[in-house]
Antibody, heavy 122, light 110 residues
Framework: EVQLVESGGGLVQPGRSLRLSCAASGFTFNDYAMHWVRQAPGKGLEWVSGISWNSGNIGYADSVKGRFSISRDNAKNSLYLQMNSLRAEDTALYYC???????????????WGQGSLVTVSS | QSVLTQPPSVSAAPGQKVTISCSGSSSNIGNNYVSWYQQLPGTAPKLLIYENNKRPSGIPDRFSGSKSGTSATLGITGLQTGDEADYYCGTWNSNLSAYVFGTGTKVTVL
C-alpha cells in the first residue's frame, strides 16, 4: 500500500523558514518524480514544485521560485521542501504527491498524502 | 489566477448526470494529457481520470473523461450523494514549465 506522510508544518512568522518532509513507502521511491501541491484555506489546488527521480530535473511555480527548494533522499525514501522568506500568502495545507513517471513534466499525481499545515503569521 | 477555467458549481438530482468543463489553451490542454481529481470534504485529492480518459483501478465507470482541442470534460453518471465533492482538472503547461490545476468545481447532489 502506497503511503505518503508529511511532517514539519506549523506556525511561523513572516520572513522565517520552515522545512517540510514527506516519508514515502509502498512503492519504489526512486522510480518516480515527486511533487508538492498546496491548498490555501478555502481555495483551490496549486502545484508548488516537482523533482525528478534522480534530482536532475526540478521545477517550481513562479510564486515560490527563489524562495523554496525541493530535494529528495532516495536512500531514505524521503522528499523535502525547504521554505524560506515565508509570506502570509504561503499559508496552506501542503500535500506531497507521487508522480507517475521519472521526470517532472507530463505527469499526473496518483497518490497524495494527507497534508501538512503551514501557517505564516505574526 | 488559474489558466484552466471550470464552472464554480454544478448540481443535479441523484441518478442524474453532470458534466464539468475545463477550458485551457494550446500551451496546456491542447498539447498535454488532462487529469481529473476528486476532493471529498476534508480529505486529500484523489486521482479520478488520467491521460484524458483513463480510470485508475477502483474508479467506477460512472466517471468518464474526454478532451477536444483546448477543452476537457469530466462526466459523472448515476449521481450519488457520495459524489458531492470538489473536482479539479489538471495538466502540464509548457509555457510556464509548471503543472496547472483548474479553478475547481463543486458538485452538489440535490
Amino acid at each position: 500500500e502506497v503511503q505518503l506522510v508529511e511532517s514539519g508544518g506549523g506556525l511561523v512568522q513572516p520572513g522565517r523558514s520552515l522545512r517540510l518532509s514527506c516519508a514515502a513507502s509502498g512503492f519504489t521511491f526512486n522510480d518516480y518524480a515527486m511533487h508538492w501541491v498546496r491548498q490555501a484555506p478555502g481555495k483551490g489546488l496549486e502545484w508548488v514544485s516537482g523533482i525528478s527521480w534522480n534530482s536532475g530535473n526540478i521545477g517550481y511555480a513562479d510564486s515560490v521560485k527563489g524562495r523554496f527548494s525541493i530535494s529528495r533522499d532516495n536512500a531514505k525514501n524521503s522528499l523535502y521542501l525547504q521554505m524560506n522568506s515565508l509570506r502570509a500568502e504561503d499559508t496552506a495545507l501542503y500535500y506531497c504527491a507521487k508522480g507517475t513517471v521519472v521526470v517532472v513534466v507530463n505527469s499526473h499525481f496518483d497518490y497524495w498524502g494527507q497534508g501538512s499545515l503551514v501557517t505564516v503569521s505574526s | 489566477q488559474s489558466v484552466l477555467t471550470q464552472p464554480p458549481s454544478v448540481s443535479a438530482a441523484p441518478g442524474q448526470k453532470v458534466t464539468i468543463s475545463c477550458s485551457g489553451s494550446s500551451s496546456n490542454i491542447g498539447n498535454n494529457y488532462v487529469s481529473w481529481y476528486q476532493q471529498l470534504p476534508g480529505t486529500a485529492p484523489k486521482l479520478l481520470i488520467y491521460e484524458n480518459n483513463k480510470r485508475p483501478s477502483g474508479i467506477p465507470d460512472r466517471f468518464s473523461g474526454s478532451k477536444s482541442g483546448t477543452s476537457a470534460t469530466l462526466g459523472i453518471t448515476g449521481l450519488q450523494t457520495g459524489d458531492e465533492a470538489d473536482y479539479y482538472c489538471g495538466t502540464w503547461n509548457s509555457n510556464l514549465s509548471a503543472y496547472v490545476f483548474g479553478t475547481g468545481t463543486k458538485v452538489t447532489v440535490l
